[in-house]
């Protein structure tokens, strides 16, 4: 931590601070903008209108920003505050014109746009290099990032887009346009599609692998569930690898997989344009607007008629979804699943918070969230839900006027709402901007939105 420090203070940057933040003993007051430890000092090239709010817990560092350091005549503050109850502006894409985002599991990883070698950075936890090797002195690696850092990866062309990323519990995937897939973190599990080295120590490592192609096609689509990651091809097949144990790699097996392999059962002459997964339940989206399921199944989230709570092949949810209408996007958490259909009308069913109550805990089969909790009456009958997302304990709905809403378990303040109690129906998060894409991961939440003017 001494060395985290270190070279931290070496650096200045600002960032606004505010009611957003609080300590172990203290909410902070409203303060005018403060110096604060830094964000990794690059040459601005901000050039689009999107700006990053995070919020939860900053302990880890996921959420890249600071306490600030008071000036002279002022109250001094520690670095110590543990988390943000409100979205918090990031002051990296300030900066940068960052493109796409992933939460992982005490971590963040963002991609910008930029022809320099640096086109993506991690902030947060690093014990197994899942955002790189990151070190102030030769031989002694950082386990532990308060601001976003570049990541090295070896890309052969300058030239080379990053079009979508991933991150599980202590793995990343990061998708380009022509030079396929890059993995890096811990690969314990084969998640990073690569062979599994039982003495392989990630602490400090400098390994990121490749994977070009898959089944001889392009990668169009990445995922990553806790210890899984999963790949969407140029035709719409899925190819897994990862940790098996509940069926998650839909592979046929309960065994771990090194080396990607095209996912069995009934999405094999399907056309996917999406998969979800968060922790070891996967959905499946075809180009027709239905869903598909594999991996856990505890509380009932891939229904199986043999009553098995570990799917290792994809089946069909047809009937499971029957009236629904056509699915538009789906999300799976920790034990429960999340679909909108056309309409704009939200469904939801397995164990948690699920946004019906305190008083409904589980449920066996979509059951859908009342359209007025998510702005639908009278005097605006087109509001919609348009996009869904979950965390492991937490849920998130966007509308299609660009309105956030979250509820579940609200850990560390994930939700976002002001305050650490959990939520039992969806709530609008006050953020400010048009929202277009929530990350939810296990205690931290991330949104890229648009501002309103």
């Not at 493109?99 to 902030?123: L, M, N, P, R, W």
């Not at 719409?236 to 509940?246: E, I, L, T």
């Not at 039992?424 to 296990?442: D, E, N, Q, R, T």
Request: glycine share 12%; net charge positive.
């Amino acid at each position: 931590m001494h060395a985290i420090k270190v070279l931290l203070r070496n650096k200045s940057a600002k960032i606004f601070s505010g009611r957003y933040y609080a300590t172990s003993k203290q909410k902070i007051p409203d303060l005018e903008e403060e110096d604060s430890l830094p964000v990794f000092q690059y040459p601005t090239s901000k050039a689009s209108d999107r700006n990053m709010y995070m919020w939860g817990l900053a302990e880890t560092g996921a959420l890249g920003i600071h306490m600030p350091r008071g000036k002279k005549g002022r109250k001094q503050y520690r670095n110590n505050f543990s988390l943000c109850w409100y979205p918090m502006r990031s002051a990296f894409a300030e900066r940068f014109d960052v493109e796409h985002v992933a939460a992982g599991y005490g971590f963040t990883v963002a991609s910008i746009k930029t022809d320099e070698q640096h086109k993506v950075f991690g902030t947060g936890i690093n014990t197994d290099s899942q955002i790189g090797y990151h070190a102030p002195r030769i031989g002694h690696p950082l386990e532990l990032l308060l601001s976003p850092a570049p990541i090295f990866l070896p890309y052969k062309s300058l030239e080379t887009k990053i079009i979508g990323m991933d991150a599980g519990r202590a793995h990343t995937a990061i998708l380009t346009d022509n030079e396929g897939v890059y993995t890096l973190g811990n690969n314990a599990y084969g998640q990073c599609g690569r062979k599994i080295n039982q003495n392989e120590d990630y602490k400090g490592s400098v390994n990121s692998h490749n994977i070009k192609r898959l089944g001889g096609e392009k990668i169009t689509s990445v995922c990553c569930g806790q210890d899984h990651t999963l790949f969407i091809t140029e035709s719409g097949k899925v190819f897994a690898c990862g940790w098996g144990a509940d069926g998650q790699t839909g592979l046929g097996t309960y065994d771990n997989r090194a080396i990607p392999a095209q996912v069995k059962g009934d999405i094999t002459s399907e056309k996917i344009v999406k998969v979800a997964s968060t922790g070891d339940c996967v959905l499946a989206l075809n180009d027709q607007g239905e869903v598909f399921g594999w991996g856990n199944s505890e509380y009932g989230q891939i229904p199986m008629q043999c009553g098995s709570q570990q799917v290792n092949m994809s089946y069909s949810l047809l009937e499971f979804c029957r009236g629904l209408g056509k699915i538009t996007d789906i999300a799976a958490g920790g034990s429960f699943c999340l679909i909108v259909n056309e309409a704009g009308d939200a469904f939801v069913w397995g164990f948690g918070l699920l946004g019906l109550g305190p008083n409904v805990k589980h449920s066996n089969k979509p059951k859908q969230i009342p359209s007025t909790l998510f702005g639908r009456n009278e005097f605006n009958t087109d509001s919609r839900v348009e996009k869904v997302a979950c965390g492991i304990g937490h849920l998130a709905a966007i509308t299609n006027d660009g309105q956030l809403y979250m509820w579940g378990r609200n850990r560390q303040g994930c939700l976002g709402l002001g305050y650490t109690k959990d939520q039992y129906f969806p709530l609008k998060v006050a953020i400010g901007g048009h929202v277009l894409k929530v990350l939810c991961s296990v205690d931290h939440s991330v949104a890229i939105c648009r501002p309103f003017t």
